[in-house]
């Protein structure tokens, strides 16, 4: 059954001994960052944390909920994260596959997905509280992640597990983004969208109308809420929708107080607000997933205008950093979701893996069933043109027979099988926001790198030679043999 709330992981998490409570008091500012570093650096990804006593503020903390496989199953209610894969393959395979885009169209009316569509609920937990007259951001346990975070004219503090919730003004459609949330003072925030992203569509829609952009920030839901929001989603997908797929239950939404925008009725914290169209300001610097400092940049300015929450609200944080830190378990989930809709494009991909090393976007290790020549080539050329793959770094594609989960196993058949000069495909285009090595701001150079076997049709001119195996007889009979051997 599906959590009720954030709460009810939290309590699962504790009774399954996944949870520490720490009682001491502890500094909001870099304090909590330091002790949930240390966790998430300590084997496995550690325990997720429950600070019940925050300096300055009336509210618990809890950080390094997702940090672990095992938390993030729990979370999305899985044994493992191909589960996942499994039921969306189930849903693919109703119709005869088409591109992708066709099938992502086509998710919300197939029968499955139809039974998940959010639904408004008038009373909710998130409303509990209701502060309109004197919305106060100083309040919440905002949490200063590193030591150069913000402004001189700030605190540095940034909301880190934020949903951002928009609606594009054209269509009504809405969406929900992860974008953390750079607090300047009481009432204003930044809105860290990259250009990218959803959100920065919407207010780009809004920018050309003229019109103020209402937008509501949802701090705690349940976890697969939560998570859908970092989901790479095609814009025509309601994230929310999504959530009640993963949750197999429909999302319940209320209508925020001051603006049409819904959010989970079963938020901790909603932050209502509105953006003036081009109004901007400097937001950052950021210590980031990358771990590097993100650059300051502009971005638009967020003004609250209500902020609403449960009477005893817990304010779930992250802390990014160096890896491995909690997000690269949500990244982990999404690799093996979005598997299966890679596939309805390029169905001779095997397997995909993203080194938590590579933060995502930098590398991605891939194996295909390849049938003509050129092959891997193609693979390469087409993610980058798939949504948020066009960010891959380092494509590397290997023959199905290699396991890309075995980095060690790969780069051994990399090294051997590549030729430089011949396999290696540099081409130019947009990059991550936070990519800091292109010489431009998001755009930059990636590279692709087959490593599959060549053929004369590649204008491979030598045989390629067979790899060794030993044979099975032998295998058989060594290990029939072996307590003989006196070997152990
Ligand atoms: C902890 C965390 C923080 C993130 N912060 C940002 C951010 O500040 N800006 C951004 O553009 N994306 C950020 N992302 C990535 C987006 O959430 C992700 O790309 C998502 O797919 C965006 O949703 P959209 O496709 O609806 O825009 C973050 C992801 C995580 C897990
Ligand atoms: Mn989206």
């Known amino acids: 059954m ?45 325990h997720a944390l429950f600070f019940e006593n925050v300096r300055g503020s009336a509210f618990p903390v809890v950080t390094n909920i997702f940090g672990s496989f095992e938390r993030m199953c729990l979370a999305l209610e899985v044994q493992s994260l191909d589960d996942i894969a499994g039921r969306i393959n189930e849903m693919l395979n109703q119709s005869p596959p088409r591109s992708l885009m066709e099938k992502v169209a086509m998710l919300p009316r197939l029968f499955e997905f139809s039974r998940y569509i959010p639904k408004r609920v008038k009373n909710a937990p998130c409303q509990e509280v209701i502060e309109k007259d004197n919305p106060d951001l100083s309040i919440f346990p905002v949490i200063k992640c590193w030591p150069g975070d913000g402004q001189p004219t700030d605190e540095g503090r940034f909301i880190t597990l934020p949903m951002v919730f928009t609606k594009d003004p054209e269509t009504g459609r809405p969406n929900c983004g992860m974008y953390r949330i750079h607090v300047y003072d009481k009432i204003t925030t930044g809105m860290h969208w990259h250009i990218h992203k959803d959100g ?85 610097p950021f210590g980031d997933h990358t771990g590097f400092y993100s650059a300051a940049d502009n971005y638009p300015v967020f003004h609250v205008t209500c902020i609403t929450r449960r009477k005893d609200m817990i304010y779930p944080s992250t802390i990014v950093g160096k890896p491995p830190m909690e997000d690269c378990y949500m990244g982990k989930a999404t690799e093996r979701i979005f598997l299966p809709l890679l596939k309805v494009d390029f169905p001779e991909i095997q397997d995909m893996n993203l080194p938590m090393e590579g933060v995502f976007h930098n590398a991605a290790l891939i194996s295909i069933k390849k049938s003509y020549p050129g092959h891997a080539k193609k693979i390469i050329h087409g993610l980058w043109g798939k949504g948020q793959m066009m960010f891959s770094k380092l494509l590397i594609i290997v023959d199905a027979d290699v396991d890309v989960q075995n980095i060690s196993y790969t780069a051994w058949k990399v090294l051997n099988n590549v030729d430089w000069r011949r396999d290696v495909v540099v081409s130019e285009g947009p990059v991550d926001d936070l990519d800091h090595s292109s010489s431009l701001p998001r755009y930059g150079s990636k590279m692709g790198i087959d490593a599959t076997k060549k053929t004369r049709e590649e204008g491979m001119t030598r045989d390629w030679p067979e790899e060794i195996i030993m044979s099975d007889n032998i295998v058989n009979l060594v290990t029939q043999r072996w307590k003989e051997y006196g070997l152990e």
């Open 200 to 284: 920065a569509r919407h207010y780009d829609k809004y920018k050309a109308l003229g019109k103020k952009m209402p937008v509501c920030i949802a701090v705690g839901s349940d976890p697969a809420v939560i998570y859908s929001a970092t989901a790479p989603l095609p814009e025509s997908i309601d994230e929310m929708l999504f959530a009640g797929f993963l949750r197999r239950e429909q999302v319940k939404m209320v209508k925020c107080i001051t603006s049409d925008i819904e959010v989970p009725a079963n938020s901790e914290l909603v932050i209502e607000g509105y953006i003036e169209p081009g109004e901007e300001r400097i937001e950052g």
């Open 2 to 46: 599906a959590y009720k709330d954030l709460r009810k992981f939290l309590k699962l998490l504790e009774e399954k001994g996944l949870l520490k409570r720490v009682k001491a008091e502890v500094d909001p500012v870099l304090e909590i960052s330091e002790i949930t570093d240390r966790m998430c650096k300590s084997p496995g990804g550690g």
